[in-house]
């Protein structure tokens, strides 16, 4: 492989312990994918610190030195790694709540040991394309969320710039608070999941942020920018701007179910209680203070410590954190608290590189949060592991019982056609082909009649009735041999299935089928033509009907025109040799796979199936069994019935192709008749057939014209 594909290629980070294990994975993965191993969830964290935007994929062992999988999970969660590398765990561990506990941390999938190589190679597949789409599907999306936010971010921000104008500071504060805050809940949200908070709070209670102080606009601006101590029928005044901003918010004559506004509520009348139950204007206790008000108080004293303001100097980071661990600033929820010591760096960096306005750093967080909330709506994470698990386990059940042969996948969205390593090697194609209705050598290798056959079944198929079977002729290594096909049909758990696509199996009964083609040479055959006896070939035209009763088959039922001519004219002799050249004709019209027999004396039935244009092929087998024999001319008359994927049985079929010869002989011979219902009324009552010779340019004229014509 060259330089170019392989940096091109998806890198995936295996994680054991065990050599062996490591190695076994290699080998499944490694023709396809770059590999990286580590031996241990330290040396994992590492190697994600320095390659964690190259990394596609992590197989992840649970029990293991240093740091096992759970703790390896914990640090990709704090980095927000996990937010763009999927993680499937595989380990011999297998308790419900070992897996329960790796969902919960954001794994998506799970494999137990003993490794099963094609289960692996294809969840590790349908990961990395999952994944991939994801990408795609956010990377459209984003840009017409982007604009929506933005657009409702600049009229926050500009509601916001006009309180803190008037509040005499520079404006900095809202973006300060609105940073600060989602910090702390993000890391609130990795630490706990006492708050039940989603993504989509996270951004909603930091966008609310920016309202928090809205109520100041009724604070006459004295009060607001004096620079010494207020006085306490001042300071009573400045406490009522949590109560006005509420009611500005709560009296808004629309919109008032919206999320946003509920949480801007909660931060206008509740950012300066405090936890000890000493805040106002309620004296709210605990976690009676919604979650929201309690981190934008939090961030709202931070910012206001590190900020400058008309009335003092500003602290340093350090001592701002020192001041409000030590009660100096009110009393706050323990776990904000520990929240705040572990992301202060976090804090500090992002104050020191903020700027207002939509800076490059800011779009680019915002097209960040329309990500997660594109993950969060579209492909949610409980949703995605539920929907592979349900469909891997369907698969898993189904596989169990299959042995060696060709195994394979369809799915309908996106259109893939995947197939085993082995059916791969067999076929001569790749295990993955995207889009194959457009594939044009995966449509030759198969073949039109057996791509014909799976699609009609497929689309037949039924959710209670999901398992369908169809044989024909698969091409191993270039040789044609007879397989049969089983599926299953996969159906959707809503309401209203929906057809997802099909796995199965081609079974190899070329053998068998060898041992049918024996008995029709032997005493299945007919004695004077070499062709199949009635008795074999209503036995075969059975079975195959059975196998594959929505298949497209058509038979052919014909007989010689004046026969009796020929054995009184030239002889019993030269009639069996008339039979016998017909018996020719026949043969080499049809394919091996093809049913021809002699039913008796001149009469003869063909049997085949069809993907193509029917008409041409009966006009093209018909004008073949023309001519002459010698100084004889052979015509014939021949009706055709065909099942056009009705389940019908052999003697409807045969009944219906006899029904057609004999509406032929009625209109004089020569041609050729489709069955049509109406022939069922119409020889109810059979009339005896005239055998009188008509003279050879009307026998000429008719010979060889369809019905109609």
């Known amino acids: 492989m060259d330089e170019r594909k392989q940096k091109n290629r998806y890198k995936v980070l295996i994680v054991d312990d065990s050599e062996m294990n490591r190695s ?58 996990i937010d763009e590398i999927p993680v499937i765990m595989i380990s011999a561990e297998s308790s419900n709540n070992s897996v329960e506990r790796a969902f919960d941390l954001g794994a998506i999938d799970f494999i137990s040991r003993p490794f099963d190589a094609v289960v692996v190679h294809r969840r590790v597949v349908n990961t990395i394309m999952l994944y991939a789409k994801q990408r795609k599907l956010v990377g459209m999306v984003t840009d017409q969320i982007y604009e929506k936010e933005k657009q409702s971010r600049l009229m926050i921000d500009i509601l916001s710039q006009i309180v803190e104008f008037r509040n005499g500071e520079s404006g900095m504060h809202v973006l300060h ?54 006085t306490k029928e001042e300071y009573k005044t400045m406490k009522t701007h949590p109560v006005m901003g509420a009611a500005m918010l709560d009296e808004l004559p629309f919109h008032q179910d919206e999320p946003l506004l509920r949480r801007a509520y909660e931060i206008c009348r509740w950012h300066h209680e405090r936890y000890d139950g000493r805040g106002y204007p309620d004296g709210l206790k605990g976690d009676e203070i919604p979650i929201s008000a309690q981190v934008v108080a939090l961030a709202d004293v931070y910012d206001a410590l590190v900020s400058e303001r008309v009335y ?49 750093s800011e779009q680019r967080e915002i097209r960040k949060i329309t990500e997660e909330m594109m993950r969060h709506e579209e492909l949610s994470a409980s949703e995605r592991t539920l929907r ?51 594939d044009e050598t995966f449509r030759q290798v198969l073949g039109e009649e057996i791509l014909q056959n799976f699609s009609e079944h497929l689309n037949a198929s039924k959710p209670k009735n999901p398992v369908f079977r169809f044989q024909g002729i698969l091409y191993i290594h270039g040789e044609p041999r007879w397989h049969q096909i089983i599926c299953q049909a996969l159906w959707s758990s809503e309401d209203t299935p929906r057809l997802q696509g ?20 032997t005493a299945s055959h ?30 052919f039922v014909l007989d010689l025109d004046f026969f009796k001519s020929a054995n ?88 219906r192709a006899d029904e057609a010869l004999y509406s032929v002989k009625v209109a004089g011979r020569g041609q050729y008749h489709f069955y049509d219902p109406s022939m069922e009324e119409m020889f109810a009552e059979r009339a005896p057939i005239p055998r009188t010779p008509v003279d050879s340019e009307k026998g000429a004229e008719r010979a060889g014209q369809k019905s109609g014509e």
């Open 502 to 521: 099909a796995i199965g199996k081609a079974v190899d009964i070329h053998e068998q089928h060898m041992r049918w083609l024996h008995l029709e040479q």
């Open 568 to 655: 009184d004219e030239h002889g019993h002799i030269f009639g069996d040799n008339v039979l016998k050249h017909l018996a020719g004709k026949i043969r080499e019209s049809v394919r091996d796979e093809d049913v021809a027999a002699r039913m008796g004396g001149d009469e003869f039935m063909i049997f085949i199936s069809y993907t193509t244009d029917l008409d041409l092929v009966v006009n093209r087998i018909y004008r073949s069994l023309l001519g002459y024999y010698e100084n004889f001319k052979i015509s014939v008359s021949m009706g055709v019935a065909v099942t056009a994927g009705e389940n019908l049985d052999y003697e409807t079929l045969f009944h």
């Open 24 to 81: 076994i994975l290699s080998d499944i993965l490694g023709e396809e994918y770059e590999i990286i191993e580590a031996e241990n969830g330290e040396e994992a964290v590492n190697i994600l610190r320095k390659r964690g935007t190259e990394v596609s994929l992590v197989l992840l062992d649970i029990v293991m030195p240093k740091m096992d999988g759970f703790e390896v999970l914990v640090m990709m969660n704090k980095y927000q790694w």
């Open 388 to 438: 592979l698990l349900e469909h891997e386990r369907t698969k898993y059940r189904f596989y169990e019982s299959m042995s060696q042969e060709i195994q394979f996948e369809y799915t309908v969205d996106p259109p893939t056609f995947s197939v085993s390593e082995r059916g791969a090697a067999d076929l001569g194609i790749k295990e993955i082909i995207m889009n194959p209705a457009e």
């Open 177 to 230: 608070i609105h940073l600060i805050t989602e910090i702390l809940l993000k890391q609130l949200f990795q630490k706990t999941g006492k708050y039940h908070l989603t993504s989509e709070d996270i951004t909603l209670i930091s966008m609310a942020s920016a309202l928090h102080d809205v109520g100041k606009i009724g604070i006459p601006s004295e009060i607001l920018n004096k620079p010494g101590k207020l």
């Open 312 to 360: 003092k100097r500003a602290f340093s980071h350090e001592v701002a954190v020192e001041m409000i661990l030590d009660g100096e600033c009110g009393v706050f929820n323990p776990i904000l608290l520990e929240c705040l010591v572990e992301c202060a760096e976090r804090i500090q960096d992002s104050l020191d590189s903020a700027t207002f306005g939509t800076s490059v």
């Open 526 to 555: 007919d004695g004077l033509t070499g062709l199949l006896n009635r008795a074999s070939a209503e036995y075969i035209v059975k079975e195959r009907l059975h196998l594959n009763p929505r298949g497209r088959f058509a038979m």
